[in-house]
């Protein structure tokens, strides 16, 4: 069973910058392939960010220039760095991993993963 806790959420005013943490437990995280996807009120839950195992990187086209993601195995850690952070980047940011392969469609595919986080918000005031 993989645990997920993400960190690092907070509140932030447009054009600053955040990095968000996941720390796993559990599994093998090298294997695994990890995404980001947020939720903000009253929205149905999107895909962010997504890193496989091999490291390549996928990017929502709402974030792509201002995020990365970008895992450390020997830490069973991804992050997502946040730069120039807008209004409407505003959400509950998710920790998601996936055991399997996937293609780079499915994996900005909510139901493409079996684990996720508690979530941490993230508030950007204009």
């Known amino acids: 069973q993989v645990r997920l806790v993400e960190s690092g959420g907070g509140l932030v005013q447009t054009g600053d910058s955040l990095r968000l943490s996941c720390a796993a437990s559990?599994?093998?995280?090298?294997?695994?392939?990890m995404g980001w996807f947020r939720q903000a009120p009253g929205k149905e839950r999107e895909f962010v960010a997504a890193?496989?195992?091999?490291?390549?990187?996928y990017y929502a086209d709402s974030v792509k220039g201002r995020f990365t993601i970008s895992r450390d195995n020997a830490k069973n850690t991804v992050y997502l760095h946040m730069n120039s952070l807008k209004p409407e980047d505003t959400a509950v940011y998710y920790c998601?991993?996936?055991?399997?392969?996937?293609?780079?469609?499915?994996?900005?595919?909510?139901?493409?993963?079996?684990?996720w986080g508690q979530g941490t918000q993230v508030t950007v005031s204009s």
């Open positions: 559990g599994g093998t995280f090298s294997k695994y392939a």
């Open positions: 890193v496989r195992w091999s490291g390549n990187e």
């Open positions: 998601a991993a996936r055991g399997l392969a996937g293609s780079p469609s499915y994996l900005q595919v909510v139901t493409a993963y079996g684990y």
